[in-house]
Each structure stands twice: as structure tokens, then as C-alpha cells.
């Protein structure tokens, strides 16, 4: 079986053992309408079985995509930057980029706010304020901008502080190519090598996913209360409507209008990258993955994708800005609050802002929704209304985030004139097929060794 088809089969199996023991376990209210403490073989099962062998088994899988993410990210914008590095158009490259990924959010910021404004998710809101939340503290607009640039590159690295990780990643590999001499070409023949064994490490792990997975999922839905879910009905629908909108019309219609491909092979070919990312409900985890498929599978050249993805994977998150504004509407709606035109203008450029500049901050979601609900006025307690629909939707906008980021990989890659089209169209290209800075229709002499910046 494909590799898509395992992890299909995982998530199907831990969903139904999860959910079979959630309604085998008979999980009852008392009188006061607390959940009364499970009794016997249940109390067994949850105690050894869900919280403690899947619940580590699970943790241990995320841990070891979690390790790879520091290093592949760092080696390969340092491979990508030293090809690039004496490129005429890498600032535009790197400019088109960004442009991109601020433009999409701002897409699905509009999107949000427009579909909540007309389906109304937070009127008639039972409150409760004696709901008790507190935000993460939530950084100044200056901080973030100078928390980007890394005064100590080994402390980022500790840190996992992605967005000076890329930084310095970028900025060694532009030193890498202006190096003359064999001293460049040794250290750029030695990333490139360090850069092939990082991505045998990735496919080694990524067998291990379908069984990461079922147990993700056992763990998940054997807690999940689905009465939250119909409580808070219109506000799920709404958000998973908004991002089903999102991450399939609008990021097909960018690929049919911005290259001209087929968005039906693009979706082929991501979907297993969106199960990935669905059922761990992390970007930095998904990551290599997504990075592996979008340059071997989708034909965009190593040096756009070892750029492209990192970065989107750290600001990119269309996924989120999602959930941001229709919360932040859902809250007002409930409170009995009018932010008025002012107000929801406001929640798009700050949504976008913070997208942005706190990535490499932990609990992000929490901190970009406080912030958002300060810049125009709400009270930030509304955020604990939404937590218990939270985590199923933070699956979904995972898996948008991602797409977009190949999405955006892909029309960069075209407008450079740097995308294999005939392997984006090649149903059979496949990653473990041959490697896309080797694809191509003229073979190499194999008695000249090519230099660095080619291999």
C-alpha cells in the first residue's frame, strides 16, 4: 500500500477505537452537571491504554518529526541561499514570496469576516462570565519585528525560534557563494551532502506515520466531547465552511489563473501532505514532508521550495487567520458588541500583522487571537467560548496553512521560470523517484563531474 493509503487507514482506526471508547465508557454527569470520574475496566483502559501507551507512542512520533525541523530548515535555506546567493533575482524571488503569503491571508481574513458577518454564529450566545481565561502575554509590534533578527544563532536553534533560524540560514548561505576559492566549495558540497542525508532521515520517520497517527487520533477522540461540538455548531461550521472555501476554491483558482496548471493534480498530489497535516495538527512537524512533495512530486526547483516552505511554514497561516476572524466576530456577536466597519478593518490588518511577527512565538494561536481581540476593544475571557471546538478545527487549518505554502511555492516557482511542469503533470513522479535537481531531459556526461552550484 502507498504510503497516503496507511496513513488514510490509521486515521480511520484511531477515530473509531477513540470514539468506540468514548461511548463505551459511559462518561456520565452528575447533578450539577460535572462529568463523574470513570470506574473499573474504563478507568483501566483510559489510565494505561489511551492516556498511557497510545498517548506516548503518539507523543514520541511528533517529538521525532519535531527534531528534524531545526535542522532541515537550516540546511536546506543554506543550500537553497548559496545556490541562489549570486542570482540576480533572489531579492525578487524572496520579495514575491512574502508579497504572496501577505496577500492570501489578507484573502482569507476578508473571506472570514465577510461569511461570519452574514451567518451571525455568535447571536444568541448563552455568556457565562464567570468563565475564567488568561491570555498569554501578548508582544509589543516592535519586539516582534526585533525578536526576527538573531543576536545569538545557537540560541535560536535551542529555542526553535523559526523566523531567526531562517535569517541566519539565509544570510550563511549568501556568504557561502560570494566565498571564492575551494573553501566555498567545500562547505557548499558539504551542506549539499548533510542535505541528502536530513531528507533520508525524513523518509526513514515518515514510515512510522500511519502508526503515529492512530494513535494521535485514539488519544483525541476517546476525550472529545462531540456536546461541545453542537453547542458551538454554528460557530465549527462556520470556521470549517470559511476554510474548506479557502483551501480549495481560492487556492485552485490561484493555481488555474497564476500558472495555468491544473489545480485537480496539485490537490492529487498534496492530498496525502493534508492528511499528514490534518491528523498531527502541526505545520512545523509536516514540514519536510510537505517540502519533499512539493519539490519531487510538484517539480518546483530546490531552490524555491527549500525557501519558500520553511518560510510559509513560519508565517504563512491562512489556516489561523481563518479561525482569528471569525472568532473575533463570533465574541463581539456574543458580548452584544457593534465594532462597525473601523473595527473589522482593524481585525484584518492586525490578524495579518500578527500572523506574521509572532510565529516564532509558543502558543500562537492564543497570543494572535488576544491580540486581535484587544486591537478593537473585546474582552479577551471570550476566548475560553471557543476552546473546546478548538482542537478539531486547528486540524483542518493545518492542513490549509501547508497547502498554502506549496500553493505559493509553486507560483513563485513559475513565474521564475524555476517549475518542471512535465513532473508537476507525471501522476507516477513520486518521491522516492529520481531527485528534481537531477530531472531533466539531456543526461549528464557521466565522465565530467558536474561543479557544486549545479549538483
Same mark, same amino acid.
Given at each position: 500500500m502507498s504510503l497516503t493509503t496507511k496513513i488514510l487507514i490509521g486515521m480511520l482506526l484511531?477515530?473509531?477505537?477513540?470514539?468506540?471508547?468514548?461511548?463505551?465508557?459511559?462518561?456520565?454527569?452528575?447533578?450539577?452537571?460535572?462529568?463523574?470520574?470513570?470506574?473499573?475496566?474504563?478507568?483501566?483502559?483510559?489510565?494505561?491504554?489511551?492516556?498511557?501507551?497510545?498517548?506516548?507512542?503518539?507523543?514520541?512520533?511528533?517529538?521525532?518529526?519535531?527534531?528534524?525541523?531545526?535542522?532541515?530548515?537550516?540546511?536546506?535555506?543554506?543550500?537553497?541561499?548559496a545556490a541562489l546567493g549570486g542570482h540576480s533575482r533572489m531579492g525578487i524571488m524572496a520579495g514575491k514570496t512574502v508579497i504572496?503569503?501577505?496577500?492570501? %491571508?489578507?484573502?482569507?481574513?476578508?473571506?472570514?469576516?465577510?461569511?461570519?458577518?452574514?451567518i451571525q454564529p455568535g447571536a444568541g #450566545?448563552?455568556?457565562?462570565?464567570?468563565?475564567?481565561? *488568561?491570555?498569554?502575554?501578548?508582544?509589543?509590534?516592535?519586539?516582534?519585528?526585533?525578536?526576527?533578527?538573531? /543576536?545569538?544563532?545557537?540560541?535560536?536553534?535551542?529555542?526553535?525560534?523559526?523566523?531567526?533560524?531562517?535569517?541566519?540560514?539565509?544570510?550563511?548561505?549568501?556568504?557561502?557563494?560570494? *566565498?571564492?576559492?575551494?573553501?566555498?566549495?567545500?562547505? %557548499?558540497?558539504?551542506?549539499? /551532502?548533510?542535505?541528502?542525508?536530513?531528507? /533520508?532521515?525524513?523518509?526513514?520517520?515518515m514510515q512510522f506515520a500511519p502508526y503515529g497517527v492512530f494513535c494521535l487520533l485514539v488519544k483525541l477522540f476517546s476525550q472529545l466531547g462531540f456536546g461541545a461540538i453542537l453547542d458551538l455548531a454554528k460557530y465549527f461550521f462556520t470556521v470549517l465552511f470559511v476554510l474548506l472555501l479557502h483551501g480549495v476554491v481560492i487556492y485552485g483558482l490561484l493555481i488555474r489563473s497564476l500558472t495555468g496548471l491544473s489545480p485537480v493534480t496539485f490537490f492529487k498530489k498534496q492530498w496525502k501532505v493534508m492528511l499528514f497535516a490534518f491528523s498531527t495538527?502541526?505545520? %512545523?512537524? *509536516?514540514?519536510?514532508?510537505?517540502?519533499?512533495?512539493?519539490?519531487?512530486e510538484m517539480g518546483v526547483d530546490n531552490k524555491i521550495a527549500s525557501f519558500a516552505i520553511p518560510l510559509g511554514a513560519t508565517i504563512n497561516m491562512d489556516g489561523t487567520s481563518i479561525m482569528q476572524g471569525v472568532a473575533a466576530i463570533f465574541i463581539a456577536q456574543a458580548f452584544g458588541i457593534d465594532l462597525g466597519i473601523g473595527g473589522y478593518l482593524m481585525i484584518i490588518l492586525t490578524a495579518t500583522l500578527a500572523s506574521i511577527g509572532t510565529a516564532g512565538v509558543p502558543s500562537v494561536g492564543l497570543v494572535t487571537l488576544a491580540m486581535v481581540l484587544q486591537s478593537v476593544g473585546l474582552p479577551v475571557e471570550g476566548i475560553a467560548l471557543i476552546i473546546g471546538v478548538d482542537r478539531l478545527l486547528d486540524m483542518t487549518r *493545518?492542513?490549509?496553512?501547508?497547502?498554502?505554502? /506549496?500553493?505559493?511555492?509553486?507560483? #513563485?516557482?513559475? %513565474?521564475?521560470?524555476?517549475?518542471?511542469?512535465?513532473?508537476?503533470?507525471?501522476?507516477?513522479?513520486?518521491?522516492?523517484?529520481?531527485?528534481?535537481?537531477?530531472?531533466?531531459?539531456?543526461?549528464p556526461d557521466p565522465v565530467e563531474k558536474p561543479d557544486f552550484q549545479e549538483k
Amino acid at each position: 500500500m502507498s504510503l497516503t493509503t496507511k496513513i488514510l487507514i490509521g486515521m480511520l482506526l484511531g477515530f473509531l477505537l477513540g470514539a468506540g471508547f468514548n461511548l463505551l465508557a459511559g462518561v456520565e454527569k452528575g447533578p450539577d452537571g460535572q462529568l463523574l470520574p470513570l470506574t473499573g475496566v474504563a478507568l483501566w483502559l483510559q489510565t494505561y491504554l489511551i492516556e498511557g501507551l497510545f498517548d506516548a507512542l503518539g507523543q514520541i512520533f511528533i517529538a521525532s518529526l519535531k527534531l528534524l525541523v531545526v535542522p532541515m530548515v537550516f540546511v536546506s535555506l543554506v543550500c537553497g541561499a548559496a545556490a541562489l546567493g549570486g542570482h540576480s533575482r533572489m531579492g525578487i524571488m524572496a520579495g514575491k514570496t512574502v508579497i504572496y503569503y501577505t496577500l492570501t %491571508s489578507v484573502i482569507a481574513l476578508t473571506l472570514a469576516v465577510g461569511f461570519a458577518l452574514l451567518i451571525q454564529p455568535g447571536a444568541g #450566545v448563552q455568556m457565562d462570565m464567570a468563565v475564567n481565561f *488568561t491570555p498569554p502575554e501578548s508582544p509589543s509590534i516592535k519586539s516582534m519585528l526585533i525578536d526576527i533578527f538573531p /543576536s545569538n544563532p545557537v540560541a535560536a536553534m535551542v529555542e526553535a525560534n523559526m523566523l531567526q533560524i531562517i535569517v541566519f540560514a539565509i544570510l550563511f548561505g549568501i556568504a557561502i557563494s560570494r *566565498t571564492t576559492g575551494e573553501s566555498g566549495k567545500v562547505i %557548499s558540497s558539504f551542506f549539499n /551532502s548533510l542535505n541528502d542525508v536530513v531528507i /533520508s532521515l525524513v523518509m526513514l520517520l515518515m514510515q512510522f506515520a500511519p502508526y503515529g497517527v492512530f494513535c494521535l487520533l485514539v488519544k483525541l477522540f476517546s476525550q472529545l466531547g462531540f456536546g461541545a461540538i453542537l453547542d458551538l455548531a454554528k460557530y465549527f461550521f462556520t470556521v470549517l465552511f470559511v476554510l474548506l472555501l479557502h483551501g480549495v476554491v481560492i487556492y485552485g483558482l490561484l493555481i488555474r489563473s497564476l500558472t495555468g496548471l491544473s489545480p485537480v493534480t496539485f490537490f492529487k498530489k498534496q492530498w496525502k501532505v493534508m492528511l499528514f497535516a490534518f491528523s498531527t495538527a502541526t505545520s %512545523s512537524a *509536516t514540514m519536510p514532508f510537505n517540502m519533499r512533495v512539493c519539490r519531487d512530486e510538484m517539480g518546483v526547483d530546490n531552490k524555491i521550495a527549500s525557501f519558500a516552505i520553511p518560510l510559509g511554514a513560519t508565517i504563512n497561516m491562512d489556516g489561523t487567520s481563518i479561525m482569528q476572524g471569525v472568532a473575533a466576530i463570533f465574541i463581539a456577536q456574543a458580548f452584544g458588541i457593534d465594532l462597525g466597519i473601523g473595527g473589522y478593518l482593524m481585525i484584518i490588518l492586525t490578524a495579518t500583522l500578527a500572523s506574521i511577527g509572532t510565529a516564532g512565538v509558543p502558543s500562537v494561536g492564543l497570543v494572535t487571537l488576544a491580540m486581535v481581540l484587544q486591537s478593537v476593544g473585546l474582552p479577551v475571557e471570550g476566548i475560553a467560548l471557543i476552546i473546546g471546538v478548538d482542537r478539531l478545527l486547528d486540524m483542518t487549518r *493545518t492542513a490549509v496553512n501547508i497547502t498554502g505554502d /506549496s500553493v505559493g511555492a509553486i507560483v #513563485v516557482a513559475k %513565474s521564475e521560470g524555476m517549475l518542471d511542469e512535465e513532473r508537476y503533470r507525471d501522476m507516477n513522479a513520486s518521491m522516492e523517484g529520481e531527485p528534481i535537481e537531477n530531472a531533466g531531459t539531456q543526461t549528464p556526461d557521466p565522465v565530467e563531474k558536474p561543479d557544486f552550484q549545479e549538483k
